[in-house]
Nanobody, 124 residues
C-alpha cells in the first residue's frame, strides 16, 4: 500500500507559478514511476508529468513541456511539480499517483495509488 498526500494548490494569476508537493508513505517506490495528473470536471484525467523513482528520468506531454518540472526527493519520500508560466487552461484538480513497478509512466491505468487531489486555479 502507498499513501499519497498532495499540497500546494491554490489561486494564481496567469503567468504565475505554483509548486505542488506529494508526500508518499508505505511501501518502497524503487521501480515505480511517480506521476502527476490533472482533471477538469466532466473531462478525462490528463497526464502532465512523470518521473522514474529509481533514476529520476522525467517525462512530459507537449502541453506542459518547458513550463512544468517534476522532481523527487528520496530522502523525504516526496515528489514535486513546479509549474511556471501558468495559463487559465491549466486550471484543474491535480493528482499525485504512484505507478506499478516498470509501468508506463504516461498511462493512468498503470498507476495503482492516487492522492486526494489539490485544486489549482489560474485566473486570466
Amino acid at each position: 500500500q502507498v499513501q499519497l498526500v498532495e499540497s500546494g494548490g491554490g489561486l494564481v494569476q496567469a503567468g504565475g507559478s505554483l509548486r505542488l508537493s506529494c508526500a508518499a508513505s508505505g511501501r518502497t517506490l524503487n521501480s515505480s514511476p511517480m506521476g502527476w495528473f490533472r482533471q477538469v470536471l466532466g473531462k478525462e484525467r490528463e497526464w502532465v508529468a512523470a518521473i522514474t523513482w529509481s533514476d529520476g528520468t522525467t517525462y512530459y506531454p507537449a502541453s506542459v513541456k518547458g513550463r512544468f518540472t517534476i522532481s523527487r526527493d528520496k530522502t523525504k519520500n516526496a515528489v514535486y511539480l513546479q509549474m511556471n508560466s501558468l495559463k487559465p487552461e491549466d486550471t484543474a484538480v491535480y493528482y499525485c499517483a504512484a505507478g506499478r513497478p516498470f509501468g508506463d509512466p504516461r498511462l493512468a491505468s498503470d498507476y495503482d495509488y492516487w492522492g486526494q487531489g489539490t485544486q489549482v486555479t489560474v485566473s486570466s
